[in-house]
């Protein structure tokens, strides 16, 4: 159940940001072409790298239009790697990947603001 949640929060953020036609800046920084989007109202969307074969590489970072995070996660080579963290509300979950397949999921969620969702 906890995998199925998982995707279906992806899903949804992809296809969010897949909807979108915003602006794009690319700057090309040794083998790496870090790329930012843009949101309708100039805030940025996505922050992330793709490597020389075109493929996602490194941390990329997900934002709401008001600027909070929703995502940060790490790819190798076109992979999702290591530990994700998705921010919904005052609700924090962590999926771990290995080579694009979950491997675990944890949940947290604090009546307060949580400190590292900014």
Excluded: C, P
Aim: no cysteine.
């Amino acid at each position: 159940m906890k995998k199925i949640f998982a995707v279906i929060v992806m899903l949804s953020v992809a296809l969010t940001f897949a909807q979108e036609k915003s602006k794009v800046d690319l700057n090309k920084d040794g083998d790496l072409t870090v790329a930012t989007y843009y949101h309708d109202n100039g805030a940025v969307a996505q922050q992330g790298a793709f490597n020389k074969e075109g493929e996602l590489h490194g941390v990329w970072t997900s934002y709401t239009a008001e600027g909070n995070k929703v995502t940060v996660g790490n790819y190798v080579n076109g992979n999702k790697a290591g530990k994700w963290l998705f921010w919904s509300n005052n609700k924090l979950k962590e999926v771990d990947y290995i080579d694009s397949r979950i491997a675990s999921v944890s949940e947290w969620t604090d009546k307060v603001q949580l400190a590292i969702s900014n």
